[in-house]
Structures are given as structure tokens and as C-alpha cells.
């Protein structure tokens, strides 16, 4: 390549991007001990999440984080180290000028976002960076639907045309020399750097925003903001199988699902040979990638010898909980010409649902024949066959 080729391929490259957030503000209306920024949504800083956002997108290159000097303590608890941080000014537009000061050189396009609107989709962030291609700034909002009127003590004077009339958010996007000369030349006061990037006549696009893009202002915003997230959550779903068979031997009964079941045999097992909740047990562990009851407990510990079945599905459950799962449903089927199952299936049912803290409406236990074919038509042995299914919300962090 050539010195002219080299040149003309770095000058198509697009510019370099990067994020001021400010967050210098004291957020008095929102209330609590400390500024809004700092306060929590969803275990997690409103500042936390709105650099998370920025850092996450892969077209920004750097953040500047403009914050109080009174706020140095809480800043740098919640900042990563990554990110620099810049003292702000009295007011919004100081604090602006403070952060622009601050980019590192070579920076095109700069990001201005309120420190206060901790969810900003990625999308809204594309949008205003693909309008900068051909505006001098961008900037997301959303058209205004509601009726507007304007007030006169505490009435309805008139109705005002909410035609063409937006709702601002930010990031709002601009190129990097043209919106630092625009507030070098603006006398302050503005409202945000769209006003100071009109008044020095630059054409500013608008994309479409975000209703999740809230900017967090009043005591009930974290609540709403909580909710956004809780919506935004991806649903985890695991199935898995289980099945187990034991044989018959000596005995007057045979625990079946947590139920002593009259019977002229009884289920020989190294434990109580409880066929039906060991197979529920290996469908949660297998849900959960856990292995088998051998694995939590081996037959060859002689402390297992004879226990109780219920030991080994209270474990699964336990450690579906530890894990984040509930269980969604359960069906096990069991196998055996004999004893009936029919007339214990709601005790069966019910001895589940206590170990498992899941409602017998989730809980299905039935049984077939083999048609008096195999071990089972033989009547040597029960087999059981069991699914369930675990359901987690997870997070996706915005």
C-alpha cells in the first residue's frame, strides 16, 4: 500500500467515540442519603448501570465520568478503573465543558448522556451514532402523544397542539469541534447541549428514543426502573430426565413417591428403594447438569444404607433453590403390573409437594403396564420414568 492508499483508508475509517456522562448533580427530589446517582436499582448504582451501557457498546472508545468533588468517596466505589472521572462545575452546561476538556485526543464524535437514565438501550446508541454520519449532532426522543394543556391556577386554561413536540433523552451525540466551540461561544444555562448546539446553528437530528431510556428524577422512578429490569429478564428453562428401576425381594410393602404401598414384596435397594422419587431425584439433577444420586450419594458410603428417599430429593431441591431454579412441574410414571397405583396417587402427589415446596397442581404421578411384558410384566420389578422442569429468571444486565 501506498503513503496516498495508506492515508485515504485511515480517512475512511469512522471517528473515534466517546461518552461523557455527567453525574455531578445532588438529584435532591429523588430523595434518600445520598445523590440519585448513587443510589441503588436493582442492587446495582443508577451511575453503575449508566457506565455499563457505554462500556458494553463496542463503538465507544472511552468515558469520561464528570461527578462532584463532594463525591469523590462514592465515585470511585462504584466507577471501574477504566473509567476517568473529572470534577464538574455549578451547573449542567460547566460540568459538559469539564468532561469535553477531558477526552483524549483523537476522539470525532462525542456521546453526552445524563448519569441519571442507567438504562439506555444499545439501540438508542446506534441510532444517534449512525445519524452523526450525516448531522452535526443527534439526539433520541419521543414524539409526544398525550393531550397537552397549559395551566392557570390550578385549572385548565387551554389545550396546546402537541403537534411536532418531543420528549428529549439522551445520549445526545454531536461532533467532538463543533459542539465544544458551540458551548465555548453559549453564555450557559441551557437545558441540555441540543439548546447550546442549536444556538450556534448546528442541525441536529432526531432518533427515535427509548420508553426504558427513563431519566431517574422522583422517589418512584427506582420502583419503575426495577420494574424495566425485571421485564427485561431472559427465562431460563431446564428440562431433565430421570429413571430408575429396583427389584423385588422380601417384604410387606414397597415405598413408592414418599408412600408406604401395602404389597406382598417390598423393593430391594441399597436405600428404601423408593423407585419413583429416586427417578424425580435424577430428573432434577440432570436439569441442574449435577450428575445421578450416586454422585451425591454413593451406594458404596454404608451411612446411606437403608435411608429414607426423601433425604436424596430434599438435596436436589435444595441445591435447584441455591441455584436460582424453581421447579416448574414434575411427572413421574411408574411402571409394574402391581401393586395398583390409582388409589395413592394424591398421597403420593401430596408427600412430593411437601419435600419439593411445588403445589400438587404441579406434580403428576401415574403409572402403566407393560402389557405382562419384560421384567416388569414378570412382575420382578418396578421401574420409574420422571421429567422435570426448572424455570430461573436471569438477569440480563442492561
Known amino acids: 500500500m501506498t503513503g496516498t492508499d495508506a492515508s485515504s483508508a485511515i480517512s475512511n475509517l469512522p471517528p473515534r467515540v466517546a461518552a461523557v456522562i455527567v453525574a455531578a448533580g445532588r438529584g435532591v427530589r429523588a430523595g434518600g442519603p445520598v445523590p440519585k446517582q ?43 478503573g477504566d473509567v476517568a472521572r473529572v470534577f464538574g462545575g455549578a451547573s449542567r452546561d460547566a460540568s459538559v465543558r469539564a468532561g469535553l476538556a477531558a477526552l483524549p485526543d483523537g476522539i470525532g464524535h462525542v456521546l453526552i448522556h445524563d448519569g441519571a437514565r442507567p438504562l439506555v438501550p444499545a439501540e438508542v446508541i446506534d441510532r444517534v451514532l449512525s445519524a452523526l454520519r450525516t448531522s452535526d449532532g443527534a439526539a433520541p426522543a419521543l414524539a409526544v402523544t398525550d393531550a397537552l394543556w397549559r395551566g392557570e391556577r390550578g385549572n385548565v386554561g387551554a389545550p396546546t397542539p402537541r403537534d411536532n413536540l418531543y420528549r428529549a433523552q439522551t445520549p445526545q451525540g454531536f461532533d467532538l469541534a463543533a459542539i465544544r466551540a458551540a458551548h465555548a461561544a453559549h453564555p450557559g444555562g441551557a437545558a441540555d447541549d441540543v439548546e ?52 423385588f425381594g422380601p417384604g410387606d410393602h414397597v415405598m413408592l413417591c414418599g408412600v408406604a404401598v401395602p404389597h406382598g414384596r417390598g ?58 431454579y424453581a421447579i416448574a412441574n414434575v411427572d413421574c410414571t411408574l411402571v409394574c403390573e402391581r401393586p395398583k397405583i390409582g388409589p395413592h396417587a394424591g398421597a403420593m402427589r401430596a408427600a412430593l409437594s411437601a419435600i ?37 429468571q436471569c438477569v440480563a444486565d442492561r
Request: aromatic share 4%.
Open 267 to 324: 423393593l430391594q435397594g441399597h436405600s428404601d428403594a423408593d423407585v419413583g422419587m429416586h427417578a424425580i431425584t435424577d430428573a432434577i439433577y440432570g436439569a441442574l447438569a449435577e450428575g445421578d444420586i450416586g454422585r451425591h450419594f454413593p451406594p458404596s458410603d454404608p451411612q446411606w444404607k437403608g435411608a429414607a428417599s426423601e433425604i436424596f430429593l430434599r438435596h436436589a431441591a435444595g441445591l435447584c433453590a441455591a441455584r436460582g
Open 196 to 247: 447550546v448546539a442549536l444556538a450556534a446553528g448546528l442541525d441536529v437530528a432526531i432518533v427515535e428514543g427509548h420508553e426504558d431510556n427513563l431519566k431517574v428524577t422522583l422517589p418512584g422512578c427506582f420502583a419503575r426502573a426495577e420494574r424495566i429490569l425485571s421485564e427485561g429478564k431472559q427465562m431460563d428453562v431446564r428440562l431433565g430426565n430421570g429413571y430408575d428401576v429396583h427389584r
Open 38 to 80: 448513587y443510589q441503588e436499582i436493582a442492587g446495582k448504582p443508577v451511575l453503575a448501570r449508566a457506565v455499563e451501557q457505554f462500556r458494553a457498546h463496542p463503538a465507544v472508545d472511552s468515558i469520561v465520568v464528570v461527578i462532584s468533588p463532594e463525591d469523590s468517596a462514592l465515585a470511585e466505589a462504584v466507577l471501574p
Open 356 to 392: 419439593l415446596g411445588t403445589g400438587t397442581d404441579r406434580i403428576s404421578v401415574k403409572a402403566t403396564t407393560s402389557e405382562r411384558l419384560g421384567f416388569t410384566g414378570r412382575e420382578e420389578g418396578i421401574a420409574a420414568l420422571a421429567t422435570a422442569t426448572l424455570v430461573s
